[in-house]
């Protein structure tokens, strides 16, 4: 069943005993019990696993850290002094529990508190006295001494903006005073223009008069120089105002709808226009800085002075970002010179853009430049580079700690060890000039390290899909002090688990890995065949193919994975891809989703799915079903569109389908500005006309990610078409539409009735006579 080593803990077997899978019966037409069993696959296996730690978080200037794990029935928080070694309770549970209830958040106990699948939002302050938390994206903070939790006010009191583009004029920014380091002058906006008075009261002087409605100052953007002499604020030249409006069908207040207008910039909009200003206080003076090096912005970074306040520095995300800089504005002549840039033909991945300042004389910056994310150093007085830190046919994931004296660098990368798997996130230590680098971790897993703030010591949580969460505490030269926790996954064994399998094939090219997961059913039988339905999500920003352990509770991310579980256990294999186009692998494997959604990786997908066929003779690809939300959804979609030879059924949730219609950020991002016919190319709207074999789609009426529209266009254009489909139209809902709802069985329900009469071609229940 499972061998125990010291260094990785368990490993599971692929196979099991009979005696131990939940008894489903195979490939027979699917009963209401059946249903009941994957429906509450969730349920059933919650509260099955001990000691699952996630990440541990550090509370600021002491050797203690929080970390949250896996109990019977529950999840528990526990803090650990590194010095003592001691672990308690990092609060009363149960007491918390009920502060939250006596603050208006029910259905919460102590084994089940509301933030749990917030946890990575949740931190622990005033040397453990209190936290905060984020509960559906409400802040609150609670004493842990008499427990009294208390909402937060919403909003930092920046004005809000669309996408992070456009600013909402509707609602008047707050113009907060902002104070001098030195406590003598306050700053604010008066009239659209920037004004200073003394802090203890006085007379007011306008420091511009070229603001106007049409092309107003900022009072989020007003920063002070460090000798309090200066000061630095974007001038805004508003851009277009474009609003999604929904009809809310089925308000619980009233009978009759109600409408919901929303600011919601899309691909090709006018943005917000930022320019920089300074301002000398002592000679009353604005000094104008030329926009010829930041000409076109999407998007500007907040203002920076450095700390000698000669300079101010921003960084400029150009339109179409295939041009990024960091520009530096002289304080007393305003001029303006690029200390670095990224530039690319297809796209700057911003994604993944990181710059450190080390004591105003160098610059740690990231860039693709070589073909591989890596990091540079940048002598900043020159604007040259003084040497490439990383190199190497691997990519540097993330920055986690810089250390200017030291002059070393910690951070996490992968694919740093041929023939393993490359989404492995590793964490290393290197010094400025590229020398020494140094692993900290070397377990063959998915590894995520948290450092103490002054850096002696860290803890290492790793694990894989076939290995639970283990957990260590290293000290700072990366020697292993003790294990803080190692999973314990019995009970789930004998619930029936086995974890999916890891599968590998060549791309497109014929040379590069795709890496995968098959799922099984629980009472997998070799010797029948099964169709096969991949989960896609091919969004270009990121990776999403599992790589740690995944079924430790129902608000984890492994929610997704178990989802594959119960899909399977319908009489399905369940598979997930990275194909081309996704991130965490070279810039080439990355641009293949330039100006080219439409892609997703189905050629290498498609690839992988006959590799799998040609090794395991169960593996039907002549009955391939896809499932996916958001822009899964529109690669769900695409698939049924664009290769219908190979994909015969899709369930496509809050899907993106025209690029034209969703917002304007990660669209541009990946399909480039000014919007061109690469946008109808990939299209779902105008390649409707393309669908064979079926489709269900799903959209909530009240989705404020994707304009809800963008599905009805699908329907419209299917309409047209001649086209049979499904259509699943769900009042009140988001963007998690039958996903992650209270309807979420009724949305499973429908999906599995969905397969099983497209794919596995049987009748399912008549469920209105239930």
């Known amino acids: 069943m499972r061998t125990k080593i010291a260094a990785t803990g368990y490993i599971l077997a692929l196979t099991l005993a009979p005696s131990l899978a939940t008894t489903l019966p195979a490939q027979a037409a699917p009963t209401v019990a059946d249903y009941q069993q994957a429906l509450g696959l969730r349920d059933a296996w919650s509260g099955l696993t001990e000691n699952i730690a996630e990440p541990a978080q550090w509370i600021e200037g002491t050797h203690r850290f929080v970390y949250r794990k896996t109990v019977a029935g529950g999840f528990q928080f526990v803090i650990m002094d590194t010095d003592t070694k001691a672990k308690t309770p990092a609060f009363d549970h149960d007491r918390l529990a009920k502060a939250?209830?006596?603050?208006?958040?029910?259905?919460?106990?102590?084994?089940?508190?509301?933030?749990?699948?917030?946890?990575?939002?949740?931190?622990?302050?005033?040397?453990?006295?209190?936290?905060?938390?984020?509960?559906?994206?409400?802040?609150?903070?609670?004493?842990?001494?008499?427990?009294?939790?208390?909402?937060?006010?919403?909003?930092?009191?920046?004005?809000?903006?669309?996408?992070?583009?456009?600013?909402?004029?509707?609602?008047?920014?707050?113009?907060?005073?902002?104070?001098?380091?030195?406590?003598?002058?306050?700053?604010?906006?008066?009239?659209?223009?920037?004004?200073?008075?003394?802090?203890?009261?006085?007379?007011?002087?306008?420091?511009?008069?070229?603001?106007?409605?049409?092309?107003?100052?900022?009072?989020?953007?007003?920063?002070?120089?460090?000798?309090?002499?200066?000061?630095?604020?974007?001038?805004?030249?508003?851009?277009?105002?474009?609003?999604?409006?929904?009809?809310?069908?089925?308000?619980?207040?009233?009978?009759?709808p109600k409408v919901d207008v929303q600011l919601y910039p899309?691909?090709?909009?006018?943005?917000?226009?930022?320019?920089?200003?300074?301002?000398?206080?002592?000679?009353?003076?604005?000094?104008?800085?030329?926009?010829?090096?930041?000409?076109?912005?999407?998007?500007?970074?907040?203002?920076?002075?450095?700390?000698?306040?000669?300079?101010?520095?921003?960084?400029y995300d150009q339109r179409g970002h295939q041009l990024y800089r960091l520009i530096e504005a002289d304080a007393k002549t305003g001029s303006a010179r690029v200390v670095a840039e990224d530039s690319a033909k297809t796209f700057v991945n911003v994604e993944r853009r990181y710059s450190h300042d080390v004591k105003g004389r160098e610059l740690i910056w990231m860039s693709e430049r070589d073909g591989w994310n890596h990091l540079y150093l940048y002598d900043v007085k020159t604007g040259r580079v003084k040497n490439q830190i990383t190199k190497g046919q691997w990519v540097v994931r993330k920055v986690l700690k810089v250390d200017d004296d030291k002059r070393q660098i910690w951070f996490a990368a992968g694919g740093m060890y041929p023939g393993k798997?490359?989404?492995?996130?590793?964490?290393?230590?290197?010094?400025?000039?590229?020398?020494?680098?140094?692993?900290?971790?070397?377990?063959?897993?998915?590894?995520?390290?948290?450092?103490?703030?002054?850096?002696?010591?860290?803890?290492?949580?790793?694990?894989?899909?076939?290995?639970?969460?283990?957990?260590?505490?290293?000290?700072?030269?990366?020697?292993?002090?003790?294990?803080?926790?190692?999973?314990?996954?019995?009970?789930?064994?004998?619930?029936?688990?086995?974890?999916?399998?890891?599968?590998?094939?060549?791309?497109?090219?014929?040379?590069?890995?795709?890496w995968g997961v098959i799922v099984r059913p629980q009472n997998f039988d070799p010797a029948k065949k099964y169709p096969v339905i991949e989960n896609i999500y091919a969004g270009p920003h990121s990776s999403f193919v599992p790589k740690t352990f995944w079924p430790f509770g129902p608000h984890s991310s492994g929610d997704k994975v178990i989802g594959m579980q119960a899909m399977a256990n319908m009489g399905f294999i369940v598979v997930q891809i990275d194909g081309m186009g996704t991130m965490n692998r070279s810039k080439a494997f990355h641009d293949v989703a330039w100006k080219n959604l439409g892609d997703a990786g189905f050629p290498d997908r498609i690839l992988w799915h006959q590799a799998a066929a040609a090794k395991y003779p169960w593996y039907d690809i002549s009955q391939v079903g896809i499932y996916g939300g958001s822009a899964g959804g529109q690669n769900a979609l695409s698939a049924v569109e664009f290769h219908p030879e190979f994909y015969k059924a899709a369930v496509a949730y809050a899907g993106c389908f025209d690029n034209r219609m969703d917002k304007i950020g990660w669209n541009e991002?990946?399909?480039?500005?000014?919007?061109?016919?690469?946008?109808?190319?990939?299209?779902?709207?105008?390649?409707?006309?393309?669908?064979?074999?079926?489709?269900?789609?799903?959209?909530?009426?009240?989705?404020?990610?994707?304009?809800?529209?963008?599905?009805?266009?699908?329907?419209?254009?299917?309409?047209?078409?001649?086209?049979?489909?499904?259509?699943?139209?769900?009042?009140?809902?988001?963007?998690?539409?039958?996903?992650?709802?209270?309807?979420?069985?009724?949305?499973?329900?429908?999906?599995y009735d969905f397969f099983v009469r497209h794919l596995r071609k049987e009748a399912t229940p008549e469920w209105n006579a239930q």
């Open 100 to 256: 939250f209830t006596a603050a208006g958040l029910d259905g919460s106990d102590g084994l089940h508190l509301p933030f749990l699948r917030n946890f990575s939002r949740m931190e622990v302050i005033d040397g453990g006295k209190a936290l905060t938390a984020y509960i559906d994206e409400v802040s609150w903070t609670c004493t842990l001494t008499d427990y009294v939790c208390t909402r937060q006010p919403d909003g930092d009191g920046r004005q809000p903006r669309g996408f992070d583009v456009v600013r909402d004029l509707k609602i008047p920014a707050a113009n907060k005073p902002v104070a001098s380091p030195d406590g003598k002058w306050v700053a604010f906006v008066q009239n659209f223009n920037i004004a200073v008075r003394p802090a203890a009261g006085g007379e007011v002087v306008l420091l511009s008069s070229d603001g106007s409605e049409g092309e107003f100052y900022d009072a989020d953007s007003i920063t002070w120089s460090p000798d309090s002499q200066k000061l630095a604020a974007y001038r805004v030249r508003p851009g277009f105002r474009r609003e999604v409006t929904r009809v809310i069908s089925s308000p619980k207040d009233q009978v009759q």
């Open 266 to 315: 899309k691909p090709g909009d006018a943005v917000d226009i930022d320019r920089p200003v300074l301002f000398n206080i002592a000679a009353r003076a604005q000094i104008a800085v030329p926009y010829d090096l930041f000409p076109n912005p999407y998007v500007m970074s907040s203002l920076t002075w450095r700390a000698d306040s000669s300079a101010v520095t921003f960084e």
């Open 421 to 514: 798997d490359p989404y492995f996130q590793h964490v290393y230590r290197v010094d400025f000039d590229g020398s020494h680098l140094t692993p900290l971790t070397t377990v063959d897993a998915y590894h995520d390290v948290s450092f103490s703030s002054d850096m002696a010591y860290y803890v290492d949580t790793y694990s894989r899909v076939d290995l639970p969460n283990v957990s260590e505490l290293h000290a700072a030269s990366g020697a292993r002090v003790t294990e803080v926790e190692h999973g314990d996954i019995t009970k789930l064994l004998a619930a029936g688990f086995r974890p999916p399998e890891v599968f590998v094939a060549k791309g497109r090219d014929g040379k590069t890995d795709i």
């Open 669 to 751: 991002e990946w399909m480039g500005w000014p919007v061109d016919d690469s946008y109808a190319k990939a299209s779902g709207v105008d390649n409707a006309w393309r669908l064979k074999g079926h489709v269900l789609l799903v959209v909530g009426e009240q989705d404020m990610n994707v304009d809800p529209a963008s599905t009805l266009q699908v329907v419209n254009a299917l309409i047209k078409s001649r086209k049979e489909f499904d259509l699943i139209v769900v009042p009140n809902d988001g963007h998690g539409a039958l996903r992650n709802t209270g309807d979420v069985t009724y949305g499973l329900r429908r999906q």
